[in-house]
């Protein structure tokens, strides 16, 4: 099975929000350690920032698969410890966004699975220049889920 998420996963939903609560707690900390009392206005900056981050990082990363498998006719995705095998078929439609980063996949899902009705990622990204570049990856898989859409289709005839 070929991995078809990006490997700097773990690094955006664990890393990253550590790092930015982290430097806004040093950042409060210090504001108390001063010498003198900090306004209330000093205060409101890092709490807009932790409300901001907090709001952008549950919207854009703390809902991503931790990693996604390739396996021909269906993707493994594995999410906190668990796993689950989604067959192509079962695949209602495959959105990838543009502009966002990180750049995601939501594939919204047939019967609900273990995860839900949609399973989100972050793709593996080849360079490119061009902000506008479509991902090589969704437009795989939309080819490829239409395809067993199809023969499923068929088989029911």
Request: charged letters at 20%; a positive charge; glycine letters at 4%.
């Amino acid at each position: 099975m070929k991995r078809i998420s990006s490997r700097y996963t773990f690094l955006l939903k664990r890393v990253f929000p550590v790092l930015w609560f982290g430097f806004l707690a040093i950042f409060v900390l210090l504001l108390f350690v001063a010498p003198e009392t900090p306004p209330l206005l000093d205060l409101a900056a890092p709490a807009l920032m932790a409300v901001v981050g907090y709001v952008l990082m549950k919207k854009l990363l703390w809902d991503l698969a931790d990693e996604v498998l390739d396996g021909g006719d269906f993707l493994v995705v594995k999410y906190r410890g668990m796993e689950e095998s989604i067959p192509l078929a079962n695949i209602m439609n495959v959105n990838a966004t543009t502009l966002v980063n990180p750049p995601r996949i939501t594939l919204r899902l047939d019967v609900p699975g273990r995860f839900g009705n949609e399973a989100s990622f972050s793709p593996l990204r080849s360079f490119s220049l061009s902000p506008f570049a479509r991902n090589t990856i969704a437009d795989d898989l939309i080819v490829r889920v239409d395809q067993a859409r199809s023969r499923r289709a068929a088989q029911k005839r």
